[in-house]
């Protein structure tokens, strides 16, 4: 696995301080991306909680993903969570450290108070001294949020006096991009009060001292309550290795429902899932990869858009418009690119692979958001894609009609069916799989021919098939 080294500066440790007035929580960022450009340390927000007791138990169930490797627990596993302001919104999200669990806090405008709501995107430094502070914050204890340095600390900056280096695997990265394609095919599944969705959520098994999965789980929405069952009967969500959902209990107390994400089941094999839990003027989504040892790295989602020439170019045009919006709406792209609806979805699900914008199951909408990395490591590093572009460097595809022939370099050929858009290889990856964890290298390879997308790989042959 490629990992690299990830440096994040802050002026200061985040903490949180007591005062005549209440609580002060300061929240310190480190380099990210504005609307002026990328600055070293954005302020984001300065203002009161509504909520400050919830909005403190979701902000450490986002640091507790953070921190959490729910697979190979003997590794170790830490990255400050990832803040967007977007104008009417702060949203906190983190990734497991075995890339298997996506947490997101939507702390809405209902739960800020008395302040303005900036732009832009950042990591946020949440330690240990703070965590344990925040843990001790009482309901009816007023509390400031700053999320960004005071003005003093920004006319008085010599230069970073906090910084961190955390491992950043690039299968971690690719697992932002995946989780947004998978959750855009969620649909509501279910919802629960508060007290049924306790009462659920606090009967899951917890995690085995050595910390192995139970493997997935399935459920059945009947009324108001969910019924376990022992297999994916029409209507029931899989709830793959349950012990994962551990971070909501941090926020039970506060719920006022329960609601629960999944896509149309397709046969017996385990899916991704989300579950949310609403709160006071908040959100915190955990969406859970289908297996607890299988991160969303290697769901291949986003591998056909990597691949396309049309919507790279599609994508620039697209990221041209995006403007911090909480919330948005293809129809809109649409009209203002010139471009039909199912290529500006294409063009998002691209520039999902980057980090430039996320997927929110509750408003089944994208939101547009800027993480501070290196937008082209999903595309350089994903292993299907590289060998999928050798394949054709190498001119191993032939084309035949609906039938593409694809010779690997052991010599072995494998045929490639491409009937209107729906594929099928004859390799032992497709077998296993049946395209339920996206194209295998040679049908990605037949399509990027198909479509042209290698300009200078094609060539015509004399019967009118193409290599």
């Known amino acids: 696995m490629t990992r690299s080294l990830q440096a994040v500066a802050y002026t200061r440790s985040s903490a949180l301080e007591s005062s005549p007035g209440g609580g002060r929580l300061g929240l310190e960022t480190s380099r990210g991306a504005t ?15 509504t909520s400050p007791q919830v909005a403190s ?3 450490l169930a986002v640091a507790d993903v953070a921190g959490a490797r729910y697979f190979q627990r003997q590794l170790a596993a830490s990255l400050d969570p990832v803040v967007t302001g977007n104008g009417d919104r702060l949203r906190f999200e983190s990734f497991s450290g075995c890339g298997g669990v996506y947490a997101r806090l939507d702390v809405l405008e209902a739960g800020l108070d008395g302040g303005e709501v900036g732009h832009g995107t950042t990591n946020v430094d949440v330690n240990n001294p703070l965590r344990e502070a925040l843990s001790r914050i009482g309901s009816d204890d007023p509390l400031h ?6 003005e003093m600390a920004v006319t008085t900056l010599d230069g970073p006096v906090v910084e961190k280096k955390v491992p950043l695997p690039d299968r971690w990265l690719r697992g932002f ?6 959750a855009a095919g969620f649909d509501l599944r279910a919802e629960l009060p508060a007290s049924e969705a306790v009462r659920f959520l606090r009967s899951l098994p917890r995690s085995s001292a050595r910390g192995a999965s ?7 929405p009947a009324g108001h309550v969910l019924r376990p069952t022992t297999r994916p009967v029409p209507g029931a969500v899989c709830l793959p290795g349950p012990e994962r959902l551990i971070a909501l209990q941090r926020v039970l107390r506060h719920a006022s429902a329960l609601r629960v994400y999944g896509p149309a089941l397709a046969g017996g094999a385990a899916t991704a899932s989300a579950w949310e839990v609403v709160l006071p003027g908040m959100r915190l989504t955990l969406t859970l990869s289908p297996e607890a040892s299988r991160g969303f790295s290697g769901e291949g989602g986003v591998l ?8 790279a170019e599609d994508a620039e045009l697209i990221a041209v418009l995006l403007a911090w919006e909480p919330r948005i709406d293809v129809g809109d792209l649409s009209a203002s690119s010139g471009l039909p609806a199912e290529r500006v979805r294409a063009a998002l699900v691209r520039l999902g692979t980057s980090g430039r914008v996320g997927y929110d199951t509750a408003e089944a909408a994208y939101f547009h958001r800027e993480l501070p990395y290196d937008a082209g490591r999903v595309g350089r590093y994903n292993p299907r894609l590289r060998a999928a572009r050798d394949l054709v460097g190498a001119g191993a595809v032939v084309l035949d009609g609906v039938l593409g022939t694809v010779t690997a370099q052991d010599g072995h050929a494998h045929r490639v069916r491409d009937d209107a858009g729906v594929l099928s290889c004859s390799c032992l990856w497709w077998a296993r799989y049946r395209g339920g964890r996206g194209p295998c290298k040679h049908a990605l390879a037949e399509r990027m021919v198909r479509r042209g997308a290698v300009s200078g790989q094609a060539e015509v042959l004399a019967d009118g098939g193409v290599r």
């Open 35 to 49: 609307p002026r450009g990328v600055e070293d340390h954005p302020r984001f927000f300065a203002g009161f909680l």
């Open 57 to 59: 138990a979701g902000l």
């Open 145 to 150: 949020l700053r999320v960004g340095p005071d």
């Open 177 to 182: 991009a995946e989780a947004q394609v998978i």
């Open 214 to 220: 139970r493997g997935a789980r399935w459920v059945v």
């Open 304 to 311: 056909d858009a990597l691949a396309a020439d049309e919507t």
